[in-house]
């Protein structure tokens, strides 16, 4: 089985003052530890990494590195200067890594051509795994099918994050077996894993961690009803944080709790009032999704 299973979070980070506020990084990769996910991804689009400069990027890797524990960690590496890129895999290659995740180059919208040099340089460089982040509505170009399946023949390209909301082609992705397919899309987590992808790379889980990986595990298992049902608990606390651009529904949830500071840096604005009260309602504990007995005892027969 791949190595890029189960529930990952692309972890945020946190500001404080305007600057980035280490301490309650460190405690909030510390407080998932023992939730059962499979690992984190440092510098994803959640982290903002174009906010930070390359030595804010490199002390949050750090942290993250040092408080994981066991838990794998994958770093994201996007941009559209090709030289820039292949010098930051470079670097990164020194890293204890689970692997590099990597987006289409932003802005310039390449052809597919342009695309499979791309990642294939890349793959070429790191000795790391690269991941393939296809998603369209932010980089404003798809990654064709007929690329993704000639990526897969590499053999330093393993896995997906899967932001296409393409069921045809996920299926296919899926199908074709060489790439572990996770979804990026938090609502279509349970509808890949079904399909028989590999996991998730969930901002919400950030929020209830032990509820995503009950729903991964039962599945899993093959008991689908249990794994419906916990999405389905889960399911009002995702379309809330979908609700205004991410990472900043995020962040307010995480303050609400106290964990972190809600403030994003420009151009990205902290959450309107309308979205904190949402989430209140939504993070109220008569509402919270709590791990019933079935789903207990599925996670407990996964572990034995």
């Known amino acids: 089985m791949s190595e890029f299973t189960g529930i990952w979070i692309p972890l945020v980070t946190p500001f404080a003052r305007g600057a980035v506020d280490f301490a309650a990084l460190r405690a909030l990769v510390a407080s998932y530890v023992e939730t059962g996910i499979a690992g984190f991804v440092a510098l994803g689009t959640t982290g903002e990494p174009a906010s930070l400069d390359d030595d804010e990027q490199r002390a949050v890797l750090a942290t993250i ?23 930051r895999v470079c670097e990164l290659n020194g890293l204890p890594l689970a692997g590099i995740l990597v987006p289409a180059p932003y802005y310039v919208r390449p052809s597919q051509q342009g695309l499979h040099a791309h990642f294939t340089a890349l793959a070429d460089a790191s000795t790391h795994p690269l991941m393939v982040y296809d998603i369209p509505y932010r980089t404003g170009v798809r990654i064709e099918l007929d690329t993704l ?76 009803d249990i794994a419906r049902d916990a999405f389905h608990r889960i399911v009002p606390l995702i379309q809330a944080l979908g609700a205004e651009p991410n990472p ?57």
């Open 65 to 87: 590195l040092e408080t994981a524990g066991d838990l794998r960690v994958v770093a994201g590496v996007a941009g559209n200067h090709a030289g820039a890129l292949l010098a």
């Open 149 to 224: 399946l000639s990526l897969a023949a590499h053999p330093n390209i393993v896995a997906i994050k899967d932001c296409a909301q393409s069921l045809d082609t996920t299926l296919a992705l899926i199908r074709d077996g060489r790439l572990a397919v996770l979804a990026g899309d938090d609502l279509q987590f349970f509808n890949t894993i079904c399909l028989g992808g590999h996991g998730a790379i969930a901002a919400s889980a950030h929020l209830h961690p032990r509820a995503f990986v009950a729903v991964w595990e039962a599945a899993r298992a093959g008991r689908l």
């Open 248 to 304: 900043g529904p995020v962040k307010a949830a995480l303050s609400l709790s106290g964990r972190i500071d809600a403030d994003l840096r420009a151009p990205m604005t902290r959450a309107s009032d309308a979205m904190f009260e949402r989430l209140r309602a939504v993070l109220d504990e008569a509402s919270m999704p709590h791990e019933d007995a079935d789903a207990r005892a599925v996670r407990l027969e996964a572990q034995a």
